[in-house]
């Protein structure tokens, strides 16, 4: 199964933002016990490269590791070198979807208009990110549907537990979702580590047991 499709049966995006080499292994662990295994590290965050690396190297094939907040096609490239396996922006840019291709990875630019969606699916995208969805609201992905319902959705922003469900109801594929599932300056402890596989946990069941996917 590829990637992309792969992805897509995943669901659900844990979007990690300033984690370190420290502590990536032990999220890594705790979201893939949890059975969230497709993960974000986001491209600002301090070494970001070294963290991918370190990341893929322990867990191999058993957890998809994406670039996230990727602008530029330099960036996207030296993630991609470090063993990232696709490409997350929040904003669109046609040759980041390019080098991306180039390398054989799924592209998944930012995009809010019909307009720029279009553009970016024109452009090689495999999926494109609705961002910040949360702005907008579940509706607003079934009007984008509407028109453009040959374009996989992924929508990133705002989305949570709760909310979710609606997301995937009115037409997304994947969901992004960030701080609401790992923060990890709140992760201090062993025991913090189990409540993140228990929130992961949460978040996977609930997804098994909506109506769109049965």
């Known amino acids: 199964m590829s990637v992309f499709e792969r992805l897509k049966q995943a669901r659900i995006v844990a979007v990690i933002r300033n984690a370190d080499e420290e502590n990536i292994i032990p999220i890594a662990e705790a979201l893939h016990k949890g059975g969230v295994h497709a993960l974000e590290i986001t491209a600002e965050t301090e070494h970001a490269d070294k963290i991918i690396e370190k990341v893929?190297?322990?867990f191999g094939?058993?957890?998809?590791?994406?670039?996230?907040t990727v602008l530029d096609p330099e960036t996207a490239r030296t993630m991609l070198l470090a063993g990232a396996t696709f490409i997350v922006s929040p904003t669109l840019n046609t040759e980041t979807i390019k080098i991306t291709k180039r390398y054989g990875a799924p592209s998944i630019p930012g995009a809010f208009t019909p307009?720029?969606?279009l553009t970016a699916y024109e452009h090689g995208a495999d999926m494109v990110k609705v961002f910040p969805a949360g702005t907008v609201g579940a509706g607003y992905i079934k009007s984008i549907k509407g028109?453009?319902?040959?374009?996989?959705l992924m929508t990133t922003g705002g989305i949570d537990g709760e909310n979710?469900?609606?997301?995937?109801?009115?037409g997304a594929e994947?969901?992004?979702?960030?701080?609401q599932l790992v923060n990890?300056?709140?992760l201090n402890k062993d025991e913090d580590y189990d409540e993140l596989a228990k929130r992961a946990a949460s978040y996977v069941k609930k997804v098994s047991a909506m109506s769109v996917f049965n």
């Open 164 to 170: 979710m469900e609606e997301y995937f109801n009115n």
């Open 115 to 117: 307009t720029e969606v």
């Open 147 to 152: 028109p453009l319902p040959q374009i996989p």
């Open 184 to 186: 990890p300056k709140q």
């Open 61 to 68: 094939d058993k957890l998809m590791i994406g670039a996230g």
């Open 56 to 58: 893929t190297g322990a």
């Open 174 to 179: 994947v969901v992004g979702i960030g701080s």
